[in-house]
Every structure is written in structure tokens, then in C-alpha cells.
């Protein structure tokens, strides 16, 4: 890491270019630039997931870390920057801001962010109130927060579905991948998948039950009730359907392993239970933030879907 002390961003850029050049490889290859507004709490973990999703995505990750003070303080910024290494191909510069300059990130930044590239935004703590104006925010064409982190996720939800904008998207959103493709999937297969009520199993207050009740409510016009059980995550969606119900449950740990693995080796750790068929081991990952980042930067347009089924909730006034 080089470090960078009361310096500006004009300098930060010419040290990263001057690393690059040092390389052999003036050309960065960058395929877009992450900004990621943090604290000290959550900047350490959100950019080392950042760092290996850029194995992926090869990209310029700038952590910006507002330091201020109650007291009056000079303005300064301080840096560290890293080009390429062992930890892939990415450009790293990780800023604190000090005093006023605390309150300028938007402009901090602006001569680090590369020409011609999109340019994404991440809040891994407390998000501002409406990201797409914020003085960071407005800079991303995809703006990514994450209600599960906040005190009351499910305020945080509503939050971000009353100030809802095309580009805004929220990690407890991504963590619903594998549940919304096995759902679809076996209402596909089904003969005749008439549903008549949802049941939702899920962890206290956890803002990916909502948002998958909310999906499921939006897409099948049925009620859709959210049981509470002892759990930090989705343990189990049921479809109510005449035939029988549709039953996606995750299954009990076992001292085991090869209860949960197929002969091509792959983990299984959810059952799939359907009228008149055999019940199926299915896959529905627990996925580490690197993954889920990795995912949200490979579809930079729009979410439309994600943006419909926060509109129905702001709509309904559910959380």
C-alpha cells in the first residue's frame, strides 16, 4: 500500500496512474469504478469483499471514510493506494476525510472516477435518505445499500422503497437469487400451479422475508403471511395450491455430510416437496458478501424487477 498523507484526489489519481506506469501497464483495463461510503465499522469488510469481487470485475474501488469532528479541525485527506497485487487485478484507494472535508466527498472523488465507465455506489452501514440525490450517490448509474445491516431493517426497507429510483438496488434483495429461481422453477413444473396462499418462515424482522413476500404477493395475487421462527434467515416458503402444498425448506444440520451431497458432489441443503413427486435436494447457498457484490456488478442497468416489488410495498404501505 502506498500511503498518501494530506494529499487531494487529483493526487491520489497520479499516484495510482504512476503504480500503474511503474507496472508496465499504463493502460488500467478497468471495467468500471466502485464507491463505497463507509465508516470505520463496515469499511474493512466491505472492501475486502470489494477486493475479491474484483477478480471478477476489474475495477477502481474507492472507500471514502468521513472522519469528522465536533470540534473545528483543518480539512484534510488521507489515502492509501494499492494497484493490482495478489489480490487481482484492481485499483484500491481507500480516503479519510477529515475536519470539513468530511462534508465534500462528492467532490473528492470526482478526479478519481475513470472516464467512459460506469460508476456504482455502495453504503454497507447507513445509507443516506435517498441515495440517487446524495453527493455520492448521483455521480452511480446503480446505487446498492443493505437493510439487513441497519438497527431496524425493516425501517431501512421501507426507507428505500419510499425513496425508490431507477438504478437503487439492496443487497437483501440480492440474497433472494436462489429462492426466487427455485419458486419460479417449481411453479413451471408444476401441471397446474394454481396458488392459493403463501407462508413465508422466516427469521425476526428480516428485510429479505419481506421483500420475498412482497415478490411473491406482486407476482401471484394471493395473501402471503410471514411466520416468525428462531432464525437468521429464510428457513422455508410454502405454496398453498389445491393439489397439495409446494414446500421449499431448508434442511436441519446433520452430523453427516454425505446426507447433503449428490454423487456430483455438490452441496444440497434445501428440499423441494411437490404434489405427486419425489421430494429433491436443491441448492440455496448462503453467500458471502464478495459473491453478492460480484453479482450486483454484473447487471448495471435497472433492476425493473426489484423496483416493482419496492413501488408495491411503498404503495401498500407494507414493510
Not at 5 to 28: C, N
Not at 53 to 72: D, G, L
Request: proline fraction near 8%; hydrophobic fraction near 40%; glycine fraction near 8%.
Amino acid at each position: 500500500m502506498i500511503r498518501l498523507e494530506d494529499t487531494s484526489g487529483a493526487e491520489v489519481a497520479a499516484a495510482i496512474a504512476a503504480e500503474r506506469h511503474r507496472q508496465g501497464s499504463p493502460t488500467t483495463g478497468m471495467v468500471l469504478t466502485l464507491l463505497i461510503m463507509a465508516d470505520e465499522e463496515h469499511q474493512e469488510e466491505a472492501t475486502s469483499a470489494a477486493v475479491r469481487a474484483a477478480r471478477q470485475h476489474p475495477m477502481r474501488i474507492i472507500t471514502v471514510i468521513p472522519r469528522p469532528s465536533s470540534a473545528p479541525a483543518p480539512a484534510r485527506l488521507d489515502a492509501l493506494v494499492s494497484v493490482g497485487g495478489d489480490d487481482g487485478p484492481g485499483e484500491l484507494a481507500i480516503l479519510r476525510l477529515r475536519g470539513s472535508l468530511a462534508e465534500h466527498a462528492g467532490s473528492v472523488v470526482i478526479p478519481l472516477l475513470l472516464a467512459d465507465t460506469p460508476i456504482v455506489a455502495y453504503w454497507p452501514g447507513t445509507p443516506p435518505p435517498d441515495p440517487s440525490v446524495d453527493h455520492i450517490g448521483r455521480h452511480a448509474t446503480r446505487r446498492i445499500t443493505d437493510a439487513t445491516m441497519a438497527l431496524d431493517p425493516n425501517a431501512a426497507l421501507r426507507a428505500r422503497a419510499s425513496s425508490y429510483a431507477p438504478g437503487d438496488s439492496d443487497l437483501a434483495w440480492t440474497r433472494l437469487t436462489a429462492w426466487r429461481t427455485v419458486l419460479a422453477g417449481s411453479l413451471d413444473t408444476h401441471p397446474t400451479p394454481h396458488v392459493e396462499e403463501v407462508v413465508i418462515e422466516a427469521g425476526s424482522a428480516l428485510p429479505t422475508a419481506h421483500l420475498l413476500g412482497a415478490w411473491l404477493g406482486l407476482r401471484l395475487a394471493v395473501p402471503v403471511r410471514i411466520v416468525e421462527v428462531d432464525s437468521t434467515h429464510i428457513e422455508a416458503v410454502t405454496l398453498a395450491t389445491p393439489e397439495g402444498p409446494i414446500d421449499v425448506r431448508r434442511r436441519a444440520a446433520s452430523s453427516s455430510a454425505r446426507d447433503h451431497v449428490h454423487d456430483d458432489g455438490r452441496w444440497q441443503n434445501a428440499t423441494l416437496s411437490r404434489p405427486g413427486a419425489p421430494a429433491t435436494g436443491i441448492m440455496l447457498p448462503i453467500r458471502g458478501l464478495d459473491e453478492l457484490l460480484a453479482e450486483e456488478l454484473r447487471h448495471l442497468a435497472p433492476d425493473s424487477e426489484y423496483g416493482a416489488v419496492v413501488r408495491s410495498m411503498a404503495a401498500s404501505g407494507s414493510s
